[in-house]
C-alpha cells in the first residue's frame, strides 16, 4: 500500500525582489528630499528610533511630489508581484512617506497589516548602513524542531534603487 503524501505551503510570506535602475526617478526624489520636514517616528516606549515624513503615516508623497516615473515603475512591479500570484490587478488607496535613517537610528521590527502590498525603495544607501530583514510569521514556529529546518530571517541589504 502505498501511502498519499501532499506538501502544502500554508501562509506563505512572497517577496518580491527588484533593482530599479532609472535616473529620472532618483531626480524626483531629489527635489522632493531637499524640502522634507522631518517628524521623529517611534515613541517614548521606543526611544529615538528614525525620522519620518508624515506625522500619522496617511500621506501619499507619491502623489504630493507627483513623483510620475516612479509611480509607473512600481505600478509595472506591483502587476508582476500580482501576477507571480496569480491576481487581478485592482484600482487602489496608497500611502507612502520617507523614512530617514542617520547614524545610530534604526527600526523596531513591526508589519503593515493594514496592507494588502507593502514596498520600499532604496534612494539612498552606503549598502553598508543597514539591513531590510523580515521575520517569519509563524509564530507556531517557536520550537527547537522549527529552529532545525528553518531560516527565520530573510536579510536583503540596501541598494539604490532596490
Same mark, same amino acid.
Given at each position: 500500500?502505498q501511502?498519499?503524501v ?7 510570506t ?5 533593482l ?6 532618483q531626480?524626483?526624489?531629489k527635489v ?12 517614548d516606549e ?8 508624515t506625522?500619522d503615516f496617511?500621506d501619499n508623497e507619491?502623489d ?7 509611480? #509607473?515603475? +512600481?505600478e509595472y %512591479?506591483?502587476?508582476k508581484?500580482l ?6 490587478f485592482r484600482a487602489?488607496?496608497?500611502?507612502s512617506?520617507?523614512t ?13 497589516g ?7 525603495y532604496?534612494?539612498?544607501t552606503?549598502?553598508?548602513?543597514g539591513?531590510?530583514?523580515f521575520?517569519?510569521?509563524?509564530h507556531?514556529?517557536?520550537?527547537a524542531l522549527?529552529?532545525?529546518y528553518? #531560516?527565520? +530571517?530573510?536579510? %536583503?541589504p540596501p541598494?539604490?534603487?532596490?
Open positions: 500500500m501511502d498519499l501532499k506538501v502544502q505551503q500554508v501562509f506563505p512572497v517577496i518580491y525582489n527588484s530599479i535602475n532609472e535616473p529620472l526617478i531626480e524626483e526624489m522632493a528630499i531637499d524640502g522634507i520636514t522631518w517628524y521623529p517616528a517611534g515613541s521606543w526611544g529615538k528610533t528614525h525620522k519620518i515624513s506625522k496617511s507619491v504630493k511630489y507627483n513623483f510620475v516615473n516612479f509611480r #509607473n515603475r +512600481m %512591479h506591483v502587476k508581484y501576477e507571480e500570484l496569480r491576481m487581478p487602489y488607496k496608497m500611502t512617506w520617507f530617514r535613517f542617520d547614524h545610530g537610528d534604526f527600526a523596531i521590527s513591526h508589519h503593515h493594514h496592507a494588502d502590498i507593502s514596498g520600499c532604496y534612494y539612498q552606503t549598502g553598508a548602513d539591513n531590510l530583514y521575520e517569519s510569521p509563524n507556531a514556529g517557536d520550537s522549527y529552529h532545525s528553518h #531560516n527565520q +530571517m530573510q536579510i %536583503h541598494r539604490v534603487g532596490k
